[in-house]
């Protein structure tokens, strides 16, 4: 039996997570549950589950609350489907007990870079990568050693936006950057697909998880979401995943690693499926995507500042306070007010802290402007 903690229990992937594991319920027990703030739906998945009522919590984003219930003696996977920067207690804790990592929240990842992989290094956990993006790199790594791969090629649907000009972005609303055309997930994620900074984040994250240089990092827009992300190899061989969009795959996979669960999630219907087509993304409309590629060449503290001023810029936008443009113009302001060093997690939250100080400063003349 393996025991598993899922944070984030009421959100997108908590809730696709018990969705797996109720058709594996003799092999997965379901040992803690932390939700921020649907205490309803938590303590009918709790009653669901058996889950001890000490053990499911809403805590809101209580780093301490979080970090208790990741260290749960019982829990082999801790899933940190938490939302944004507030994972990163989840995030350290589990790698500290040397657990396995169910990692869908890359913010934690993204800010704390080295810090992390320093944390997985001395505790001898293990992290799986929940993102759709990187669970296919994870699956196509297997095909080669790492010094055969040349190139890691993430695939992105491109957002509700793809193909639009600057002009027609001036326009969008709240509830157009809501519609995204492939995928059904959480306001902050869907809303960084449209600016393409989800897929920045990604090239950030796959750099960190995999240790590939960001010049082997590359963005292929693939509107149909069914190549999850390749792996091109030295002898010019490119490894693929497909599977119809649906996490409850990668999840399955994060649960069952190295193994494969007897469960078919996403499974490809060829008789329906009659094309897969290829782009380069549009910098000029999306300069979230190239600040992400500087932010992580830059290194130090500037993943963890993009990161954060990112979540203040996207919650602005969400209240209606900045238009959508108006996302890339705070995080690239933020960026260019220089970054510090990062070798603590003190000095990621301290990084996250100042960053947030100067969104919010920028986001409030803007919105006094308008
Ligand atoms: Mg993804």
Not at 59 to 69: I, Q, R, S, V, Y
Not at 73 to 95: H, R
Request: glycine fraction near 10%; include cysteine.
């Amino acid at each position: 039996m393996t025991g598993v903690a899922i944070l984030g229990s009421t959100g997108s992937i908590g809730t696709q997570a018990l969705d797996v594991i109720r058709s594996h319920r003799s092999e997965y027990e379901v040992v803690a549950l932390a939700a921020g703030r649907n205490a309803e739906l938590l303590a009918a998945q709790a009653a669901e589950f058996g889950v001890d009522p000490r053990w499911a919590r809403t805590t809101g984003d209580d780093p301490e609350a979080l970090a208790e219930l990741a260290a749960h003696p019982d829990a082999d996977v801790v899933l940190n489907a938490v939302v944004g920067f507030a994972g990163l207690p989840v995030t350290i804790t589990a790698l500290e007990q040397g657990k396995r990592l169910a990692l869908a929240n890359k913010e934690s990842l993204i800010a704390g870079g080295a810090v992390v992989n320093e944390v997985r290094r001395k505790g001898g956990g293990e992290i799986v990568p929940v993102d759709s993006e990187h669970s296919a790199v994870y699956q196509c790594l297997r095909s080669g050693t790492a010094g055969e791969v040349l190139r890691v090629l993430l695939t992105a649907s491109g957002g509700p936006f793809r193909g639009k000009t600057r002009a027609e972005l001036a326009l969008v609303q709240v509830e157009d950057a809501l519609k995204h055309p492939t995928w059904d997930m959480g306001a902050k994620i869907t809303i960084d697909s449209s600016t393409l900074m989800n897929k920045g984040l990604e090239v950030i994250e796959a750099h960190e998880l995999f240790g590939v240089d960001y010049d082997r990092i590359e963005v292929v827009v693939h509107p149909q979401s069914v190549i999850h992300s390749m792996v091109e190899f030295v002898d010019g061989a490119t490894i693929a995943q497909l599977s119809m969009p649906d996490m409850r795959l990668p999840i399955g996979l994060a649960l069952g690693a190295p193994g494969r669960l007897h469960q078919p999630f996403g499974a490809i219907d060829w008789t329906t499926l009659s094309s897969l087509t290829f782009e380069t993304p549009d910098l000029g409309a999306f300069p979230c995507l190239a600040l992400a590629y500087e932010a992580g060449r830059a290194g130090g503290g500037a993943p963890a500042t993009l990161s954060a001023a990112n979540e203040v810029a996207v919650e602005a936008f969400l209240a209606r306070r900045i238009p959508w443009l108006a996302i890339a113009e705070v995080n690239g302001e933020v960026l260019a007010k220089g970054v510090g060093n990062v070798s603590t997690v003190a000095d990621v939250l301290e990084a996250d802290r100042v960053a947030r100080v100067h969104a919010r400063a920028i986001v409030d003349r803007m919105a006094e402007a308008a």
